[in-house]
């Protein structure tokens, strides 16, 4: 073999060596800072969008009780926990709440399940249903077994957190 071929091999050997020193060190910041939170907070209302052309107004938009939705609590909030202050805005599907990736809520919580519990609506009204977790799911300090509703403000306790349904 020339030289040549020689400190080529050992340069790839180097960069292959660096590319596994870098995603292990990866792999290790994951583990030990966990899953980075991204805010998701809405932008602020933009200027009203001009007049169509043709010189007529546009229509009003709908208010919000005449577009059909409820008038019950609209975010989730957790108010104690790992993820103090973090809120979920509520709509017309399920939250999931767990350790698993694929969760809405994902708790980083050794204590919680990896699908813990669900909140859901159901008419008019919120319900929390425990998912076969070990630990269990509290409303008030009462253990959830089927789905149950839940008023605005009462408390959900899923490991160390603790979330409220907000209006």
Known sequence: ????TVT??????????????LSAI?????DLYGTRIVSRKRPAASAPAPAPAGGTPAAPAPSRSSRGRR??????????????????????????????????LVLDDDYSSSRHARVFPEGDQWLVEDMGSTNGTFLDDQPVTDAVPVRAGAQIRIGQSVLELQG
């Open 8 to 21: 080529l091999l050992r340069l790839g050997y180097l960069v292959l060596l660096w590319a596994f020193v």
């Open 71 to 104: 008038t019950g609590p609209t975010r989730l909030v957790v108010t104690e926990g790992p993820l103090r202050g973090t809120t979920l805005p509520l709509g017309t599907s399920a939250v999931l709440i767990g350790r698993a990736p694929s969760c809405t």
């Open 26 to 30: 990866g792999v290790l910041r994951r």
């Open 1 to 4: 073999m020339s030289e040549l």
